[in-house]
């Protein structure tokens, strides 16, 4: 399978336990997204890296969210002391450009549900 | 700042052909992505648009002005199948994709 990989596919913590998250992109994908989505809405930006580098990220993200990628392959994406707000898919997409064209594909996700 | 547009629902007929809007405001634009999203599912990659016009694949066409900061997914043939959310996302230069809320379109027989 040479799509996009997330592991674990469903979390279910309890309130203030931290959580991690991986994601394995297209292998030769140099950039690599993190998303959030709810019930009903689009996915909402959280993080983006090119290669190692972490060039955005979301002002919407509090200090209890982190996001690595160490070797500009995979990457993690941990919440700390998490809230039932924290309750939702969270997306990896990666994305590569060819010439004028961009792609772009999602992991399966990981469903979070904060007990 | 970026603001991505489209409509909330659509429905339409089987068989029939919809076309779904998306307008955009973005600081800096390369180019448009749709996507299809079936409930509890990921997103699934439809198109990418980076130039003027239609493009066409299968029974599925995306259109882009970007003088008008406008989009639009055409699906024909519409299949019960094709019921789903679509999904629109503006590239900004900085690569960095911003989605609507999405079209859910419902398809009925």
């Known amino acids: 399978d040479t799509g996009v990989s997330q592991d674990p596919r469903h979390k279910i913590t309890k309130r203030g336990q931290n959580v991690t998250f991986r994601c394995d992109p297209i292998s030769e994908h140099n950039r690599l997204y993190w998303y959030r989505q709810t019930l009903g809405q689009g996915p909402e930006f959280l993080t983006y890296f090119q290669n190692e580098a972490q060039l955005e990220k979301s002002r919407l993200l509090s200090n209890r969210f982190s996001a690595e990628r160490p070797k500009g392959s995979f990457s993690t994406l941990e919440i700390q002391r998490t809230e039932q707000g924290d309750s939702a898919m969270y997306l990896c997409?990666?994305?590569?450009?060819?010439?004028?064209?961009?792609?772009?594909?999602f992991g399966q996700g990981t469903r979070l549900t904060v007990v | 700042g970026q603001n991505i547009d489209q409509p909330t629902e659509m429905t339409a007929t089987e068989g029939a052909i919809v076309q779904i809007n998306c307008t955009y405001q973005t600081s800096g634009f390369n180019g448009l992505f749709w996507y299809q999203q079936h409930a509890g599912e990921a997103p699934t990659f439809l198109s990418y648009?980076?130039?003027?016009g239609l493009e066409e694949k299968g029974r599925f066409s995306s259109f882009l002005s970007r003088s008008k900061g406008y989009s639009y997914l055409l699906l024909k043939e519409l299949q019960m199948k094709d019921s789903a959310s679509y999904l629109c996302?503006?590239?900004?230069?900085?690569?960095?994709?911003?989605f609507g809320g999405g079209t859910r379109l419902m398809v009925k027989p």
């Open positions: 997409a990666s994305s590569a450009r060819t010439g004028m064209n961009t792609e772009a594909f």
């Open positions: 648009n980076v130039l003027d």
């Open positions: 996302a503006a590239e900004n230069a900085g690569n960095m994709l911003t």
